[in-house]
């Protein structure tokens, strides 16, 4: 009785281990991607006497669709496509492009298993923008002023990261006559900002060259070679944009009421500080005495911090 009892057992246990054996199946379940999508835009202050806005450029969004995880949305089609997360679905834009102009919209939405669905919509916006009286008057004296970069103060050019929470150059900061040995055309070179009857320019002379980085670095200045190291290059001797002032899209606070001002420079042959590709210089402080700027760098997550004085 005891063999056959063991017997049995140990065929059970044969039919344990082959069951075990056998593979597991699993139930993904509705892979349907997400339909329905609406891309509401909701422009501040528009009424049916101002369609476009009030003019400040503020929109609030708010993407809904059916069997959605997740959101993302690009608020510029012009621009490349720069997604950002809505973790609720909801979020806004300022937009600072001056006049009435027309945004191409594009939301990304995630369901199950990682399936998206993709929809697009158009916004008209109208932004005007008056900067703090005190911000044109400091920057030109009311007609023409010049200013270069000040190398007598540590921190006259630095690195951190762009975003609204950054206290300044937290990566990198030059020290006092840091560029003199290798570039010292960062100090020779002079920028002029007029005020004209009908708007602002600003003129470079660069009698030692540009303060650059070469190729596509160097935001199409002319006369700089496709290939090369930092440094100043003599075949940029200077020119002349006109440039504007428009609100700052960021959220940093402004040590001055610049009421959140930025400096947009027009077409490639002009600069502020270091060639480059951006044209967008955010004013962190202006007097008549100093000047600080921020620009995005050329690389994706870096700011550029540039101290300045008017030229003695």
């Given amino acids: 009785m005891t063999k056959h009892i063991g017997r049995l057992l140990f065929a059970a246990g044969v039919l344990l281990t082959l069951a075990s054996c056998e593979e597991a199946s699993y139930d993904l379940g509705d892979l349907t991607p997400p339909s329905n999508i609406q891309i509401t835009a909701q422009v501040v202050g528009a009424t049916s006497a101002t369609?476009?806005?009030?003019?400040?450029?503020?929109?609030?969004?708010?993407v809904t669709a059916d069997g959605a995880l997740a959101y993302k949305i690009d608020y510029d089609?012009?621009?490349?496509?720069?997604?950002?997360?809505?973790?609720?679905?909801?979020?806004?834009k300022k937009y600072t492009k001056l006049g009435t102009n027309t945004y191409t919209v594009t939301a990304v939405v995630y369901g199950p298993g990682g399936t998206s669905s993709t929809a697009t919509s158009q916004v008209t916006v109208i932004s005007t923008f008056q900067p703090d009286a005190s911000i044109?008057?400091?920057?030109?004296?009311?007609?023409?002023?010049?200013?270069?970069?000040?190398k007598s103060v540590p921190g006259h050019f630095g690195v951190g990261p762009w975003n609204d929470n950054s206290p300044g150059p937290e990566w990198w900061s030059a020290s006092v006559n840091e560029k003199v040995a290798c570039c010292n055309c960062?100090?020779?070179?002079?920028?002029?900002?007029?005020?004209?009857?009908?708007?602002?320019?600003?003129?470079?002379?660069a009698p030692d060259g540009a303060f650059t980085k070469t190729g596509a670095l160097a935001g199409g200045l002319p006369g700089i070679p496709a290939?090369?190291?930092?440094?100043?290059?003599?075949?940029?001797?200077g020119g002349t944009s006109s440039f504007s002032?428009?609100?700052?899209?960021?959220?940093?606070?402004?040590?001055t009421p610049s009421t959140k001002t930025t400096i947009q420079l027009s077409g490639s042959s002009t600069f502020i500080g270091y060639g480059a590709t951006q044209k967008d210089y955010e004013i962190m402080s202006l007097t008549e005495n100093t000047m600080y700027l921020r620009v995005q760098g050329t690389e994706t997550g870096n700011a550029w911090y540039l101290r300045m004085i008017p030229k003695p």
């Fill in 136 to 150: 044109p008057q400091n920057l030109t004296a009311g007609t023409s002023k010049t200013w270069i970069v000040d």
């Fill in 227 to 237: 290939s090369g190291d930092e440094g100043c290059y003599a075949t940029y001797t």
């Fill in 186 to 205: 960062f100090y020779t070179t002079t920028f002029t900002f007029t005020k004209t009857a009908s708007g602002y320019t600003l003129t470079i002379v």
């Fill in 77 to 92: 089609a012009s621009d490349g496509l720069t997604l950002v997360n809505l973790p609720t679905g909801k979020g806004s």
């Fill in 51 to 62: 369609p476009n806005g009030n003019g400040t450029g503020d929109v609030n969004f708010t």
């Fill in 245 to 255: 002032f428009i609100p700052s899209g960021t959220g940093i606070p402004a040590s």
